[in-house]
């Protein structure tokens, strides 16, 4: 895949502004990082498809993973090149892929810009809103994994660090360990860009897990079905509608409950040895 980067350097992800901290005893002036939102244009040789609002960074990861969760492309050797250049406010991904493929998922065209996070909108169809998930199969975590997992997440999390308001996807091995993490204010985005990343690397989460810092949503399980993930974890807990999709899929769900971990019954996680 050629990619060509057609713009200057990117706007800042956690911009800084001024403000006052306000408390009982009194105000204080204050500086703060906020999330950057960009209106990210994707376009499917030439034509739009969809827009998404987004973090301006780790963008090459973003337009490959969506491309491959939407169902756009099975494999990122399937696109040809990919075209990322600046428009009035805004930034345009442009990628070369066959008309067929195009063709086959002009039913998930997006004719509506998505708010910040929004994974579905502008589906056409109730049909192509909820494709059916692909089955998923692998090596499940240990409880020990996931308690190392979920404690390693807010120390990686660096984008948070900076501005307390962007999402996290990141990818762990089956010992718990976090080897690749991505991070966006949208979390669909988030994981999109966690995909990109992996695809990217030549791999797929089946060896591993994903942990979200986000909701477990139906487009969440959707999205790692396409990457593989034999199991997906989440700060938050699941939707009914996530948890009948993962059960379809096969892909066990898990989420925190206050100290604990809720781990629920589309899969049996073995405890082992610390």
């Avoid at 976090?178 to 797929?204: P, V």
């Avoid at 969440?220 to 009914?240: N, R, T």
């Amino acid at each position: 895949m050629e990619i060509r980067r057609l713009t200057g350097a990117p706007p800042p992800h956690s911009p800084v502004v001024e403000g006052s901290v306000v408390s009982r005893d009194g105000s204080r002036a204050a500086v703060w990082r906020v999330p950057e939102e960009t209106p990210l244009a994707v376009l499917l040789n030439g034509e739009a498809f969809a827009v998404m609002m987004g973090t301006p960074a780790d963008l090459e990861d973003f337009a490959v993973g969506f491309a491959l969760t939407e169902g756009i492309v099975d494999r990122v050797e399937e696109i040809a090149s990919l075209r990322i250049a600046e428009a009035r406010d805004g930034l345009v991904l442009n990628l070369r892929v066959d008309p067929a493929r195009v063709a086959a998922v002009e039913d998930r065209r997006r004719a509506l810009a998505g708010r910040a996070g929004c994974g579905v909108c502008g589906a056409q169809t109730i049909a192509a809103a909820l494709p059916r998930p692909p089955k998923v199969a692998g090596p499940l975590p240990s409880i020990g994994a996931l308690h190392a997992a979920y404690a390693a997440l807010p120390g990686l999390q660096a984008m948070n660090a900076e501005n307390r308001s962007t999402h996290a996807a990141a990818f762990c091995s089956l010992a718990g360990h976090i080897e690749q993490l991505r991070e966006d204010i949208g979390r669909h985005n988030a994981l999109d860009k966690l995909g990109g990343a992996l695809a990217r690397e030549g791999r797929n989460a089946a060896g591993g897990f994903i942990l979200l810092s986000s909701r477990i949503s139906v487009e969440m399980v959707q999205k790692a079905a396409v990457l593989g993930a034999p199991f997906l974890a989440a700060v938050s807990a699941p939707s009914a509608l996530a948890l009948r999709m993962a059960r379809n899929a096969g892909m066990g769900l898990a989420g925190l409950a206050g100290g604990d971990i809720m781990i629920f019954e589309t899969a049996s996680i073995r405890e082992t040895a610390a």
